[in-house]
């Protein structure tokens, strides 16, 4: 494991790259403050959600190529890798993973995790990597609601497209969010993520046009005392379509899979 410094317009939406609608820094000041340090524990823990994404890759048939004479054979990008979840599962599975996010804090993480496993972690955020990314890629992940972090639809669109040139032909791109394009309402607004003894961790959303307000609540015991954090960012509202229907006009056949409330589409070029 190594760590590296930084190396038809829209398919889906009236936002162009040009338009943000989220803040990056937002976003990154939310997870510092409040989600990176419960982050795995909010997914059941880390090897509860790396296991679950090592049966995921199995049942999709991702796996490395063998090809002795190609210098890119067997490189896989993980786009908001977080903690780990799939950059651990992958680079297990024998690729040499490219790991990426802009948390500072999950990266400390996924040092933890990768001892000993090829995987180089950059600390940078996803449209810059991509654009200065000079190697080919046999597969690209950015999965676990990472896609609905960047700032327009029209950005979204330009990851997909950067992720198709660097794929080329034979190449994986999956992608996994939430469809927040219906909304929800009243009392369902609020939403029981997980709790145990000591922890309670809560959120609540609102929807506007083309994104969704996230708050974020965390109460803590230490010493019998309660505290609680609030925290909150934008997430875009994607349709499912509208990312399809962008990654097939990049190129990609598109399969596409729902489970525990997260849709995953898988594109082969």
Known sequence: MTTKSSPEKTHGGDNGPSC????????????RTLLARRYSWI???????????????????????????DAHDGIAIDLGCGSGFQAIPLARAGFRVRAVDLSH?????????????????YEQDL??????????????????????????PGKVDDLIRVCAE????????ILSFRDYTVPLIGDDRFIHVRSDDNTIFTCFVEYS???????DLLHERNSG???????HYRKLRLSPDMIEKAM??????????????????TGKI
């Open 209 to 215: 046009d083309g994104y969704a307000e996230v708050y």
């Open 20 to 31: 943000v609608v989220c803040n990056a820094e937002q976003m990154k000041e939310h997870y």
């Open 248 to 265: 097939s006009g990049y190129g990609y056949s598109v399969g596409r899979t729902l489970s525990r409330g997260m849709i995953t589409l």
């Open 105 to 121: 804090e999950l990266l400390d993480e996924l040092k933890t995790h990768a001892a000993g496993l090829p995987i180089e972690i």
């Open 225 to 231: 005392e309660w505290t609680r954090t609030v925290s």
């Open 166 to 173: 660097k794929t080329g032909p034979g190449g994986t791109l």
């Open 127 to 152: 449209s810059g990597f991509m654009s200065s990314f000079n190697e080919r890629a046999e597969l690209i992940v950015c999965m676990g609601d990472t896609l609905t972090h960047l700032e327009s």
């Open 43 to 69: 997914y059941g823990g880390f090897e509860e959600k790396a296991a679950e994404n090592a049966e995921l890759f199995a049942s999709l048939g991702v796996a490395p190529s063998h090809d002795a004479h």
